[in-house]
C-alpha cells in the first residue's frame, strides 16, 4: 500500500480508487479483529492459563508454584476421574449412536407425506426447547422408584414391576441418556428432515425405476447423500455431551455416590468447591484433548472429502 | 444564596464527618431460608443503628458452597467483600493468604476470651489474633423421632445403641413405616456416618481419624466396624433416597410416615414451622452412643482487611453486635443453633436447645467435643471431598467390603492432602 500511495500522482481519481480499493482490502479485517481478538484472548488465552494452572499447586486461589505434571499423575491415581471418563464415554457413546438412530428413523417416517406432519414435527422438536435443568428435573420425578414409573405401574397391579436405575449406582448412567436421548433427538429429527427434503425426488423415481428396493434405496442412495447432516450432528451431540453438566446435576446430582460424575462435573467439583484448582486444570485439560482426539481426525477427514468431491 | 453556600457546605461536612466512622461494609452470607434470612435481616438492622450500611451479598445454596465460589472469585479480583461467612479451617486458609484482618480490639474490649470456648473460637484465630467471630453452635448428632409413629410400631423409646436401633426398625418397618428417613446427597450421607463413628469410637478415636485423619485410625476395627454399621443403615431407609434434600426427609417424619432422622439441629425450624413442640409432637435424642458426645457445626464471620478506618471500625462494631447477649439470644432462636456465648442463659429457648447446651457442657468436661467432617469444620475442603466420595461411594455401592472402603479412605486423604 505505501508504494501506492506514494506513487507519482497520475492524477486524483486514480489516487481515490486505490484508497477506496485499500479500505475495500482492509475493512473486512478491522470488522473481524476485535471479534477474533475477543476469541483468542477468552477462548485460547484462557486454554493457555487453564495449562499453566495444571502445572502448578494452585489450591483454593491460582499460584504459580510449578510442580511439572504431578497433577495430571495425581488425577491419574484418582478413582473418581476414573469412574468420570468411563461414564463420559459411555454416556456420550450412547447418546450420540441413539440419537443418530432414532433422530433417522423419526425423519424418515416423518418424510412419507403423512398427515398432520407439522404437528408431529413440532411435538419431537419440543424437547430441544427447553433447558436441560427442566429435562433433568421432570426426569429425575419420573425415574425416582417411589414417584414416577415404577410407582405407575406397580399401582395398576404389577407389585413385582421394578425399574430403580436412578437409585443403581450400575445403572445411573443409562438414566442420563435416557433424558438426554429424549432431549435431543428431536433435533437430531429436524437435522435429517431438512436433509432429507433437498434430495431430489427424481433420484428415487430413478432408482424405483432400476428397480431398487425401499430399503436398498435408503442405504445406497440416501444415507450416503446425507453424510453432511450426520458429520454436523455429531458435532453437535459430541458437545452437548462433554458440556453436559446441568442435566447430571438436576437428575442425579452426580449420584447415586458419584456414580454419575461426568468431567465436567468432576472438574466443577474439584476446581470451584474442594480448593483443588491445579487438579481440577488437569481434568479440563484432560477433557480437552479428549475432544480434539475425536474431533480433529473426524474433522480432517470430513473436510478432506469435501474438498476432493 | 449566601446561606444555600454555607447550608450546602454544612452538609458537606456533616457528610465527611459522618464517614469518619460510619462506612458501608458489604456481608456475604448463605442466610437465606427462612428462619436463617430472619436471622441475618437482625444482623443487618443492629449494624445500621450504629450508622454504618450493610450491603446484602446472599449467596444462596449448596450449605456455602456458591458463596465460597463467589469469595474466591472476588478475592482473585482484588475486591473481596468486607465481612464473609466462612467456616472452620478454610478461615485460617484464608487468613495464611494474607486475605483477613485483625479484630483483636473489639475482643479485648468485650472480654471475648472470658465467655466463648476455646475449642471453637481457636478456628477464628488465625496466628493468635481474632481474625473472625463465631455466632453460633449447632449440633450435628440428633435424632429427630417422631413419637406417633414409635408408639405405632412398639418401641417406647428412641434407641440408645445400634443393636436396639435395628431390632426398633424392624418393628417399624413391619408397621408399615420407614424406619430412617435420609437423603442421599454426600454430605448427608457423610453426617450420618460420621454420628455412627463418634459413637462407636468415641471423641479420641474421632479425632485421630476425622482431624488427623491418622491412617492408623482410619484401618483401624473401630473404622471397619463403624462402616458396617453405616452401611446396615442403608436398609433401614426407603429405596428412594437419592438426591434427596434434608427438609424433605424431615419432612417425611413431620408427616408421619418415616419414625427418625439424623441430622444436625437445623432440622428444629422444619418442625417448628409445622407448628410442633419439641417434647410433645417432636423428640430430639442423641443418636446412639453418643449422648455425652457433641460434633459442632459453628458459622463465623470472617473479616477481610480493609484500608478504610470507617469500615475497620463498621468491621469492630458487627463483631461485637454478633457477640452482644440479647442478638446471640435472638439470632439462635431463628437459626435453632446455641448460643456460642456460655454466659448467656438459655432461659427463653425449647427443650432441644436446653439439652444441646447440656450435652455441650458435658461433653467439653469429657472429651467428647468434636468437630464435625460432613459441615467442613474439622478438615480441608479437598480432604473433605475425598472422605465424602469415599464415603458415598461405600454408602451406595452394594458390593463394596467396608474394608476396601477404609483402605481407599486412607488414600483418598492421601491424594488430596
Do not use: H, K
Given at each position: 500500500m505505501p508504494s501506492n500511495v506514494s506513487a507519482p500522482a497520475s492524477g486524483e481519481r486514480r489516487h481515490r480508487r486505490s484508497l477506496a480499493g485499500h479500505i475495500e482490502r482492509v475493512l473486512p479485517r478491522l470488522v473481524v479483529a476485535p471479534s477474533l481478538g475477543v476469541a483468542l484472548f477468552f477462548v485460547y488465552g484462557y486454554m493457555l492459563w487453564t495449562f499453566l494452572l495444571s502445572l502448578t499447586n494452585s489450591r483454593m486461589l491460582p499460584q504459580y508454584d510449578f510442580v511439572g505434571f504431578a497433577q495430571y499423575a495425581r488425577l491419574f491415581a484418582n478413582e473418581r476421574w476414573h469412574v468420570a471418563a468411563t461414564n463420559l464415554v459411555v454416556f456420550g457413546g450412547l447418546f450420540i449412536v441413539s440419537c443418530l438412530v432414532i433422530g433417522l428413523l423419526l425423519a424418515i417416517f416423518l418424510d412419507q407425506r403423512i398427515r398432520q406432519e407439522g404437528a408431529l414435527r413440532t411435538i419431537y422438536l419440543?424437547?430441544?426447547?427447553?433447558?436441560l435443568i427442566v429435562t433433568g428435573v421432570v426426569w429425575r420425578w419420573l425415574l425416582n422408584p417411589g414417584l414416577g414409573i415404577q410407582a405407575m405401574v406397580r399401582g395398576w397391579g404389577?407389585?413385582?414391576?421394578?425399574?430403580?436405575w436412578l437409585v443403581d449406582s450400575d445403572m445411573a448412567i443409562y438414566t442420563l441418556v435416557i433424558a438426554a436421548v429424549w432431549q435431543a433427538s428431536g433435533f437430531v429429527m429436524a437435522l435429517f428432515l431438512a436433509g432429507l427434503r433437498s434430495i431430489d425426488d427424481s433420484l428415487f423415481q430413478a432408482a424405483a425405476l432400476d428397480g431398487a428396493s425401499l430399503p436398498r434405496i435408503y442405504t445406497r442412495i440416501v444415507l450416503p447423500s446425507l453424510r453432511p447432516v450426520v458429520f454436523s450432528s455429531v458435532m453437535i451431540l459430541a458437545h452437548i455431551a462433554i458440556k453436559s453438566f446441568d442435566l447430571v446435576m438436576a437428575l442425579t446430582g452426580g449420584g447415586p455416590g458419584y456414580a454419575t460424575d461426568l468431567p465436567a462435573t468432576f472438574m466443577y467439583a474439584h476446581t470451584?468447591?474442594?480448593?483443588q484448582i491445579g487438579l481440577g486444570s488437569a481434568s479440563a485439560i484432560m477433557m480437552l484433548c479428549g475432544v480434539l482426539a475425536i474431533l480433529v481426525p473426524y474433522l480432517y477427514s470430513e473436510l478432506r472429502g469435501q474438498r476432493h468431491g | 444564596m449566601k446561606t444555600i453556600h454555607a447550608l450546602a457546605a454544612g452538609a458537606l461536612l456533616a457528610a465527611a464527618v459522618g464517614q469518619a466512622n460510619a462506612a458501608e461494609i458489604e456481608v456475604l452470607h448463605w442466610w437465606t431460608s427462612g428462619g436463617e434470612a430472619k436471622a441475618a435481616n437482625l444482623l443487618k438492622e443492629k449494624l445500621e443503628a450504629k450508622g454504618h450500611t450493610w450491603k446484602d451479598f446472599a449467596v444462596a445454596g449448596g450449605a456455602g458452597d456458591s458463596a465460597m465460589t463467589v469469595l474466591k472469585s472476588r478475592a482473585i479480583s482484588g475486591n473481596p467483600p468486607a465481612v464473609a461467612q466462612i467456616k472452620g479451617p478454610l478461615i485460617k486458609e484464608w487468613g495464611d493468604m494474607g486475605f483477613l484482618g485483625n479484630i483483636d480490639k473489639a475482643a479485648e474490649a468485650d472480654g471475648w476470651d472470658d465467655f466463648l470456648p476455646q475449642e471453637i473460637v481457636a478456628a477464628d484465630k488465625v496466628d493468635g489474633h481474632y481474625a473472625a467471630v463465631p455466632v453460633n453452635i449447632h449440633r450435628i448428632n440428633w435424632i429427630w423421632a417422631n413419637p406417633e409413629v414409635l408408639e405405632d410400631s412398639g418401641v417406647d423409646h428412641v434407641p440408645q445403641t445400634w443393636d436396639e436401633f435395628f431390632d426398633a426398625a424392624d418393628k417399624i418397618r413391619e408397621a408399615g413405616y420407614i424406619p430412617l428417613a435420609h437423603g442421599g446427597q454426600p454430605w448427608q450421607d457423610a453426617t450420618v456416618f460420621e454420628v455412627v463413628m463418634m459413637g462407636i469410637g468415641g471423641g479420641d478415636f474421632y479425632r485421630k481419624a476425622f482431624?488427623?485423619?491418622?491412617p492408623e485410625a482410619l484401618t483401624s476395627d473401630t473404622m471397619i466396624k463403624s462402616l458396617k454399621t453405616f452401611k446396615k443403615l442403608r436398609g433401614t431407609m426407603d429405596e428412594n433416597i437419592a438426591g434427596r434434600d434434608w427438609n424433605i426427609a424431615t419432612s417425611m417424619v413431620i408427616n408421619g410416615k418415616a419414625a427418625m432422622q439424623i441430622m444436625g439441629d437445623w432440622a428444629k425450624g422444619e418442625f417448628t414451622a409445622a407448628g410442633m413442640t419439641p417434647g410433645e409432637d417432636y423428640e430430639c435424642v442423641a443418636p446412639p452412643m453418643t449422648e455425652s458426645m457433641f460434633s459442632y457445626n459453628t458459622d463465623s464471620l470472617a473479616m477481610f482487611d480493609v484500608d478504610d478506618e470507617g469500615k475497620q471500625q463498621a468491621q469492630l462494631d458487627l463483631a461485637s453486635i454478633v457477640l452482644s447477649k440479647d442478638f446471640q439470644v435472638q439470632f439462635n432462636q431463628a437459626k435453632g443453633s446455641i448460643p456460642v456465648?456460655?454466659?448467656?442463659?438459655?432461659?427463653?429457648?425449647d427443650a432441644c436447645a436446653k439439652a444441646s447446651r447440656e450435652a455441650f457442657d458435658v461433653a467439653m468436661d469429657e472429651g467428647g467435643l468434636v468437630p464435625s467432617l460432613a459441615h467442613g469444620m474439622a478438615v480441608s475442603d479437598s480432604q473433605q471431598g475425598a472422605v465424602f466420595d469415599v464415603i458415598t461411594n461405600f454408602f451406595n455401592d452394594p458390593d463394596m467390603k467396608a474394608e476396601t472402603a477404609s483402605e481407599r479412605l486412607v488414600s483418598a486423604v492421601r491424594a488430596a492432602e
Open positions: 419440543y424437547p430441544m426447547a427447553l433447558s404389577f407389585e413385582d414391576f421394578t425399574f430403580n470451584f468447591t474442594r480448593g | 482431624v488427623d485423619l491418622d456465648r456460655l454466659d448467656v442463659s438459655l432461659d427463653d429457648f
